[in-house]
């Protein structure tokens, strides 16, 4: 198990990710367990790389009442079991006030006992999943849209350009069963069926079964439900095969690593996105985190990277609500009770009935290496 400890003046731009550990403990101590080395590695590195620049703006400027933030991070692999037991030893052993950005839909619902037997708050989870927002789980603060919405919006939007055979490969997990029941509404609405759904296991798709039943289905296009690796990989088998279809894919994805990995099979790629455009530098939201990134000579944001951008604001935002001795009940005190706009109109309202944060979905395509819309 690796720990990974991120300071004021640690910000990775880029880099491979590395552990940042300084002489004084922090007083203000965060949790995250997270995807640092398996199939979503890379979307969940520039997600870190957008949270740790508040946090190192935040403690460059006093901290939060005097107190700097630390974030300890585990990585999990995806794996489901070492999340619990990562989150386990944040919670008992390491005593953090909170959770941040954990990733993954099996991941984040294996945790959820603990955040309740604790009372410890978990802010801007890095999925989408509806199980997150209804029922109302009254630790989970949802930052972010939801699957659902994002997969019945891809649905819409293949269907309005005219295309009528769309196939869906769903990860056979709970992330995929989540957002396949939005891919379902966009479906009945259209008043189409998938041309063919094939599911693909979590850890080791079966390609060579898939892609096959895609080709047999003579797609025009695909929503491929899965993380990181597994569309990647998934899609250059399936353009290998000769097959030209639309490729869609979701939020999860929104990162330039992702880009990178398909290379040249990127080109024309849609992925859903679920915060303003990244390059919209009149937007707030966007000037801010460009503002800060120039800073520390990063020229260029992501998807992913505003995701942990925004949901560490909120977190910060609470903590100085909170007061100068935060505690894990006090926290969630505020958090129930909390208004506030990240940027551009962007709002987060939580209630005691409600914590699902901004509602907002969005359509990009890759063009040039770039995500565009």
Known sequence: MKMYRFRAAALFLGVALAAAVSGASAQIVIGQSADLSGPAAVGVKETIMGSQLVIDHVNAQGGVHGQQIEVIRLDDGLDPKRSLENTRILIEDKKVLALLLNRGTPNTLAVI?????????????????????KPLQKNVFNVRS?????AE?????????????????????????????????GFERAGLAPAVLALADRSKPDYAAIVPQLIKANAQAVLWIGSGTAVT??????????????????SNNAASGFIKELGSASTGVIVTQVLPYERALGHPLVKEAMALAQARGQTELSPA?????????????????????????????????????????????????????????DLSIVSEGRFKR
């Open 305 to 361: 990277f505003l995701e942990g951008f925004v949901a560490t604001k909120v977190l910060v935002e609470a903590l100085r609500r909170t007061g100068p001795r935060p505690t894990r009940a006090r926290l969630i005190a505020t958090l129930n009770r909390f208004r506030y706009d990240v940027g551009g109109k962007l709002d987060v309202n939580y209630s005691p009935q409600d914590h699902t944060g901004i509602d907002y979905v």
């Open 153 to 185: 919006t891809a649905v819409q939007h293949l269907y309005t350009t005219g295309i009528q055979r769309i196939a869906v490969v769903q990860a056979d997990d709970a992330f995929g069963r989540d957002a396949m029941e939005g891919a379902s509404r």
């Open 146 to 150: 939801t699957y659902q919405r994002e």
């Open 233 to 250: 990989d998934g899609v250059k088998a399936l353009r290998a095969a000769g097959s030209a279809a639309q490729i869609i894919t979701l």
């Open 113 to 133: 006992p603990l955040l309740d037997q604790h009372g410890v708050a978990l802010v801007g989870p890095s999925t989408g999943a509806m199980a997150l927002h």
